[in-house]
């Protein structure tokens, strides 16, 4: 029986030892190079880390040695935690100060290094032995943390969502069952370290003895690049966040791509609008079609479809049916159980899934990581994710409405918008401030006040110090006051209403 | 069904258009849909830094393109060399509208 996530890469490394197992825009390793390349990592980092349940970030780009480093982690026993490492300084330290005791992995021009210090983790230098990774990994059990995430937070400070071994298990075996993934299969990653759709591309690729492709980053901005890779490359599956299908089909670049070998499409991460769906469909009329559905706190997907016929007639596109393993609840606003949910309804997550919470932080675990309310017999724990849904009379199919408070998906990425307020309310001079998301034009748009009422100079710059950069508002309004409801709260409709269009 | 989306094309052929029409109207367009006060933006600056920072941005300029001057963007097109600069795009279009 597997109990850890790293016995998938235990098993392939020897069955597809010389196959090419991870493509990055400098090479590739093969599954037995991964795996010497990490044993290699492990034996530095074993010296350096000691205790239980010790989180290691990786900070690295997207790369091969990202790869290595999160192999390398899991040998040793430990968590890891991918950073973005385009994340401003004041940010990350919020992050490390979160984890609590950590070691970093990172690199230099001279190569990989643990804590500042210059490690050999190439495939020939020596390498952590056998019986110490057995050791090692007897010591820890299924539902032991395996990665944690971090996301953003209304407070501004992100929260670091764990994971078990036990979900990420349970989660590809479903994946790789649904979706016949093979030995054959060429994936092709979008998704940074960072975000959870990784997961997927990874863990199958260690399951079954894929060949990944980390597609550079780059590419996704100048989107004939990245078709030319799927093209060049033969990749056979993807799953990208829907805004790049978006911008593929506002081009209608499928027009001079034939792309025969890409069989499965997956997406996630944000609503895919039904004409996109619609165009993907016309255009590559052999591919499976899925939508995927899910927070990172109930590792990657807890809602999947396989599109079939319905597609022509669908006026909105559904999230599905619940993954195996997995039950979705309709929670009102008093907290009651509302069978098939509606407008109003939360969509609640229970199943193999669930997250071990947010790490360090009880107090915002216990607000989202609740009792099911639909009885009180046994502990049974659902994850509140804030969105609002409600399964159809008409196809069974669950549908998702909208969100409960200020969070908003923008080309992907998860964002409270309050997040982005205590980053703007930080700037010298501003002593208030609203965000809002143009979710026509796709733009986020801060409005502020300022003491003097002076316009701020070159904010974009300056909150560049602070967020990340899919975080940075397109959009700064200098007004005379932010609107308030009667009882005090920022009046967010109609702070759009009032300066949105013609602001 | 009317999924694949109608590109909208103008017909300039009428009134030829010189370098500087087309850098002034590629800079207005810039000013108005990826506005940054407090930066400077000169026909030789680098769009990829703080403009062109995302594919939709990529994606609205070409839409621009097409619809302001009527030119015909292909793949090949879309690509780094080209949206590197306002002077670098009024190549691309002046190009494509005098070959």
Redesign the interface.
């Known amino acids: 029986m597997q109990r850890l996530a790293i016995e998938y890469l235990i098993h392939t490394k020897d069955r597809f030892s010389d196959k090419a197992a991870i493509v990055d825009a400098d090479g590739h390793v093969t599954f037995a190079e991964l795996w010497r390349r990490a044993l290699s990592l492990a034996h530095h980092l074993g010296r350096a880390v000691d205790g239980r349940d010790v989180p290691i970030v990786i900070d690295l780009p997207k790369c091969v040695d990202a790869v290595v480093a999160l192999v390398a982690v899991q040998l040793i026993g430990q968590i890891y935690v991918p950073f973005d490492p385009a994340t401003p300084a004041a940010r990350r330290r919020r992050m490390l100060d979160t984890l609590g005791e950590h070691h970093i992995i990172g690199r230099d021009e001279s190569g990989l290094h643990v804590d500042g210090h210059s490690v050999d983790a190439t495939a020939t230098g020596d390498g952590m032995a056998e019986e110490r990774v057995r050791a090692a990994l007897n010591a820890r059990n299924s539902i032991d943390p395996l990665y944690i995430i971090f996301t953003s937070g209304t407070t501004g400070t992100p929260k670091g969502v764990t994971i078990s071994n036990a979900s990420v298990i349970d989660y590809i075996d479903w994946a790789a069952t649904t979706y016949r993934v093979s030995e054959t299969e060429v994936i092709g990653n979008q998704a940074p370290l960072f975000f959870d759709n990784s997961v997927l591309d990874l863990y199958l690729t260690f399951a079954k003895g894929c060949t990944l492709h980390l597609i550079p980053p780059e590419r996704f901005l100048f989107l004939p690049e990245m078709l030319d890779y799927l093209e060049e490359e033969r990749v056979s599956l993807i799953f990208f966040v829907p805004s790049v299908f978006a911008n593929i089909a506002s081009l209608d670049l499928l027009a001079e791509y034939a792309l025969p070998d890409l069989r499965k499409i997956l997406f996630a991460g944000e609503p895919m609008p039904v004409n996109t769906l619609k165009y993907l469909r016309q255009r590559l009329p052999h591919a499976l079609l899925s939508n995927l559905y899910g927070p990172t706190e109930i590792t990657v997907d807890a809602i999947y479809w396989i599109f079939g016929e319905e597609i022509d007639s669908l006026r909105a596109v559904p999230l599905g049916v619940p993954c195996a393993n997995t039950r979705i609840i309709f929670v009102d606003e008093r907290g009651e159980p509302v069978p098939d949910g509606g407008a109003h309804a939360e969509i609640c997550v229970a199943g193999a899934g669930v997250a071990l919470g947010y790490w360090n932080d009880p107090q915002r675990t216990t607000e989202v990581f609740i009792q099911n309310p639909e009885h009180r017999r046994y502990h049974d724990i659902v994850y509140k994710t804030g969105d609002l849904g409600y399964r159809s009379a008409d196809d069974g199919l669950i549908y998702m409405t909208g969100r409960k408070d200020n969070q908003i998906k923008h080309m992907g990425y998860r964002i409270e918008l309050e997040d982005i307020e205590h980053a703007l309310e930080s700037l010298h001079g501003v002593t208030q401030s609203a965000v809002h998301y143009d979710t026509e034009h796709k733009e986020l748009i801060a409005f502020y006040c300022s003491t003097n009422g002076a316009e701020l100079s070159d904010p974009r710059r300056r909150l560049a110090e602070q967020l990340p950069p899919y975080m940075l508002p397109r959009r700064f309004h200098l007004l005379p006051a932010i609107p308030t409801t009667p009882n005090g709260k920022i009046d967010r409709r109609r702070i759009w209403q009032d300066y949105g269009g013609g602001a | 069904?009317v999924?694949?989306?109608e590109?909208r094309r103008v017909n300039h052929e009428a009134t030829p258009m010189n370098r500087a029409t087309i850098s002034a109207q590629l800079e207005d367009f810039f000013r108005r849909e990826?506005?940054?006060?407090?930066?400077e933006l000169t026909a030789s600056t680098d769009l990829?830094q703080?403009w062109?920072?995302?594919?939709?941005g990529?994606?609205n300029t070409?839409?621009f393109l097409e619809s302001r001057f009527g030119v015909d963007?292909?793949?090949?097109d879309?690509?780094?060399e080209n949206?590197q600069s306002i002077d670098r795009l009024t190549d691309f279009v002046a190009g494509k509208l005098d070959p």
């Open positions: 069904m999924a694949v989306p590109r990826f506005p940054n006060p407090g930066v990829l703080n062109l920072v995302d594919s939709l990529i994606v070409t839409l963007v292909t793949r090949a879309i690509r780094a949206f």
